[in-house]
């Protein structure tokens, strides 16, 4: 067998999350261990528990509706929401530690097609440890944690919609 073959199908046959996707500023690697526990319910009482979104990519998004990064995010993560859609990925906003009255004013303004997650007590953000609001883990689809976004960004940029779509590109 000729080495240049042998080299492609081993980058063929390696996962895309473990081979070297360029990334757009302020996406840093993960060392890829489990991702933390999160099952929460959103205001209507839906339960999204992050392991039956095994298989797809999963954005997991920390913020709060008084911090001014987030509210300026938050328009960005519905047009990527939109721009993902038909792709295996799933957008989970988490919201740390704030009433249904205070998202129910903020999220309809800003984001209206998207749901949050309520971490009420604030139990699971501090599970997952965010350094700051807003953050974003990306968790693969075995459910490791690759990647992590600190601070506010244009999520509906052209580079991290490429980015987030070369992830589920075999």
């Not at 959103?42 to 999204?48: A, H, I, L, Y």
């Not at 009433?99 to 699971?124: H, I, K, N, Q, Y």
Request: some cysteine.
């Amino acid at each position: 067998m000729k080495p240049g073959f042998i080299l492609l199908l081993a980058l063929w046959l390696t996962p895309v999350w473990a081979q070297e996707i360029p990334k757009p500023a302020g996406i840093v690697n993960l060392d890829g261990r489990a991702a933390p526990a999160l099952k929460l319910s959103d205001m209507d009482g839906k339960t999204t528990d992050l392991k039956q979104l095994r298989g797809r990519w999963v954005l997991v998004h920390f913020w709060a509706s008084w911090c001014g990064p987030c509210r300026r995010e938050m328009p960005t993560l519905q047009a990527l929401h939109d721009q993902l859609a038909g792709q295996p990925f799933a957008l989970v906003l988490v919201n740390t530690a704030e009433t249904d009255d205070e998202v129910f004013s903020f999220m309809p303004t800003v984001a209206p097609e998207l749901s949050t997650l309520m971490d009420r007590d604030g139990l699971a953000t501090q599970r997952w440890q965010p350094r700051g609001l807003p953050s974003t883990f990306i968790v693969d689809p075995a459910g490791r944690l690759r990647y992590l976004a600190l601070g506010g960004r244009n999520w509906a940029s052209p580079a991290y919609v490429s980015f987030l779509k070369s992830l589920a590109t075999p």
